[in-house]
C-alpha cells in the first residue's frame, strides 16, 4: 500500500490550499482517508475523514466550515479544500488509509504518507 500527500506550501492568513492524497495498493473504494497534522512542538490531531464506501465525512470542531474533504474513487484521491486558512492551521499535514475512520481515529490497518509542509503566515 502506498499513500502519497502532495499540494503543501505557504499562504497568507485567509488564503487557500488544496491537499491531495494518492492511495494505490488496495480496494481504494471499500475504505477510509483520513487528513491529520502536526503542529510544530504539538502531538498529532485529527482533521478530517472520508468513507469512501458511503461519501460520510467528518470534519474536527476546528476546521468546520473552512476546509471539505472529498473524494473521486476512480482516482484513488482525497482532496482536502482549505479555505480561509489561519496561522494555527500550520503544520505537516499526512494522509492515512484505513478500513474505517471514524471522527478521525482508524481502525483497522492504515498507511500513511510521509506528509506535506503547510504554512500560513499572519
Known amino acids: 500500500v502506498q499513500v502519497a500527500e502532495s499540494g503543501g506550501g505557504l499562504v497568507q492568513a485567509g488564503g487557500s490550499l488544496r491537499l491531495s492524497c494518492t492511495a494505490s495498493?488496495?480496494?481504494?473504494?471499500?475504505?477510509?482517508i483520513g487528513w491529520f497534522r502536526q503542529a510544530p512542538g504539538k502531538g498529532r490531531e485529527g482533521v478530517s475523514c472520508i468513507s469512501n464506501r458511503d461519501g460520510n465525512t467528518y470534519y474536527d470542531d476546528s476546521v468546520k466550515g473552512r476546509f471539505t474533504i472529498s473524494s473521486d474513487n476512480a482516482k484513488n484521491t482525497v482532496w482536502l479544500q482549505m479555505n480561509g486558512l489561519k496561522p494555527e492551521d500550520t503544520g505537516v499535514y499526512y494522509c492515512a488509509a484505513a478500513e474505517v475512520c471514524i471522527a478521525t481515529v482508524l481502525y483497522g490497518d492504515n498507511h500513511w504518507g510521509k506528509g506535506t509542509l503547510v504554512t500560513v503566515s499572519s
Open positions: 495498493g488496495f480496494t481504494f473504494d471499500d475504505n477510509a
